[in-house]
T-cell receptor, first 117, second 116 residues
Framework: GAVVSQHPSRVICKSGTSVKIECRSLDFQATTMFWYRQFPKQSLMLMATSNEGSKATYEQGVEKDKFLINHASLTLSTLTVTSAHPEDSSFYIC?????????????FGSGTRLTVV | DAKTTQPNSMESNEEEPVHLPCNHSTISGTDYIHWYRQLPSQGPEYVIHGLTSNVNNRMASLAIAEDRKSSTLILHRATLRDAAVYYCILRDPPAITIQGAQKLVFGQGTRLTINP
């Protein structure tokens, strides 16, 4: 149980275009979802926290107009990287928190590798 | 900011036990200690968590110091598949508030290498 599906696993886009990444909780309701970014050889950096039906809370230094987060249902959150630039190339990972299951409620997706050319 | 400190890297041999230390000297009374690991090009995977007592599951054991300012993740017989970055994490904030859900804030973790 407690599976999070993240799609796509990798994407290449042209500079200036937008990319949408989906995060779905498959077998539980995710009251809260988290979005992280990870650069090579570095740790995960939390970008934002989203609760179903409300606006996301962004961490300091993360541009909310550039990284649009939508959490329209208890099983789906999306991250849209708008007007992507090469410096946005990174590994993006979502995490979903639901009820208290075996892993105490935090389940991670498998990540999306974004390359902006 | 992460509230834990771990060695940057450790190395061990296959089929030997591995002890991964973590210091969390500012831990509060309600802080659970979480361990996750991340294999290359994957999202983090839950390993174990605990509050005060030592904990065991099929993946590992967690030994928590009596003063709770440090803990050790124990892999009893390491395999090559255990090569990963291991993160020791305290949630932020330590208790649920009206501001919202507790976050997992990752530090640098320990990169574990397993030699065949």
């Amino acid at each position: 149980g407690a599976v999070v599906s993240q799609h796509p696993s990798r994407v290449i886009c042209k500079s200036g275009t937008s990319v949408k990444i989906e995060c779905r909780s498959l077998d539980f309701q995710a009251t809260t979802m988290f979005w992280y970014r990870q650069f090579p050889k570095q740790s995960l950096m939390l970008m934002a926290t989203s609760n179903e039906g409300s606006k996301a809370t962004y961490e300091q230094g993360v541009e909310k107009d550039k990284f649009l987060i939508n959490h329209a249902s208890l099983t789906l959150s999306t991250l849209t990287v708008t007007s992507a630039h090469p410096e946005d190339s990174s590994f993006y990972i979502c995490s979903a928190k639901g009820d208290r299951r075996a892993n105490y409620g935090y389940t991670f997706g498998s990540g999306t590798r974004l390359t902006v050319v | 900011d992460a509230k834990t400190t771990q060695p940057n890297s450790m190395e061990s041999n296959e089929e030997e036990p591995v002890h991964l230390p973590c210091n969390h000297s500012t831990i509060s009374g309600t802080d659970y200690i979480h361990w996750y690991r991340q294999l290359p090009s994957q999202g983090p995977e839950y390993v174990i968590h605990g509050l005060t007592s030592n904990v065991n599951n099929r993946m590992a054991s967690l030994a928590i110091a009596e003063d709770r300012k440090s803990s050790t993740l124990i892999l009893h017989r390491a395999t090559l598949r255990d090569a990963a970055v291991y993160y020791c994490i305290l949630r932020d904030p330590p208790a649920i508030t009206i501001q919202g859900a507790q976050k997992l804030v990752f530090g640098q973790g320990t990169r574990l290498t397993i030699n065949p």
